[in-house]
């Protein structure tokens, strides 16, 4: 593939000497591009309202197939670079809004809940039904319990499949930048200053930053 800074020349090239073989064609790939990253954008306003986590993996995808070199000019190339790009970045700031930051990775829930021992009662083995406990307040501590441990699986679930959707969409945005972003101070710049207005951590930007193709 061709790199962004000489792919641009060529461009502007053809645009000057004469009207490229299948400008039609290409034409038409650009307004599908456009379409791409608008429908993105409209995939990240549907999960403002459900919270549906799900829904930033497929703006993430519907990111991963716009392709700049199917647009037919360098300005609107240019254009579309930038606003994939914060688009990216709105997903990436709703992944790490959606993390749980009191979640303790090595306090995980229990396979199966145990109950209370209590000195001279029959000790129960763990995942008994509660009805089998005679004592009525064993059984409701029992009870309580198995319903903390519902509640503590679900959130290491959520936990769980956010990790697995943070490091899938980083990779997908710095393989976008690696691809389109050089170490120019344009390209350089654009990234920085649009990595400061969307208010992205700085632990974040640092990670974008290095996709930077050197």
């Known amino acids: 593939m061709r790199s ?3 792919a641009l020349p060529a461009i502007a090239l053809a645009a000057i000497c004469a009207v490229p073989l299948g400008a039609a064609t290409n034409t038409n790939r650009g307004s599908d591009m456009t379409e791409l990253i608008q429908t993105a954008r409209d995939t990240v306003q549907q999960y403002d309202k459900s919270r549906e986590l799900l829904l930033l993996r497929q703006a993430g995808e519907q990111l991963e197939r716009v392709d700049l070199f199917a647009l037919p000019s360098p300005e609107q190339r240019a254009d579309a670079r930038l606003r994939t790009l914060q688009t990216w970045l709105l997903i990436l700031l709703r992944v790490d809004a959606a993390k749980d930051p009191t979640f303790n990775p090595d306090d995980p829930p229990a396979l199966k809940v145990e109950p209370r021992s209590v000195p001279g009662q029959p000790s129960y083995p763990p995942g008994i039904a509660p009805a089998q406990i005679a004592d009525p ?8 319990a198995i319903a903390e441990n519902q509640r503590k699986t679900e959130r290491a679930k959520r936990y769980w499949d956010w990790q697995a ?9 710095k393989h976008f930048i690696s691809r389109y972003y050089t170490a120019s101070p344009v390209d350089h710049g654009e990234l920085r200053e649009t990595m400061a ?3 992205l951590s700085a632990q974040r930007q640092r990670q974008l930053d290095a996709a930077v193709r050197r």
Request: zero cysteines; proline letters at 0%; hydrophobic letters at 40%.
């Open 4 to 6: 962004w800074s000489r």
């Open 197 to 199: 207005k969307a208010g």
């Open 137 to 144: 307040t064993i059984r409701a501590e029992y009870e309580a």
């Open 165 to 173: 959707l943070e490091m899938e969409l980083s990779d997908g945005a």
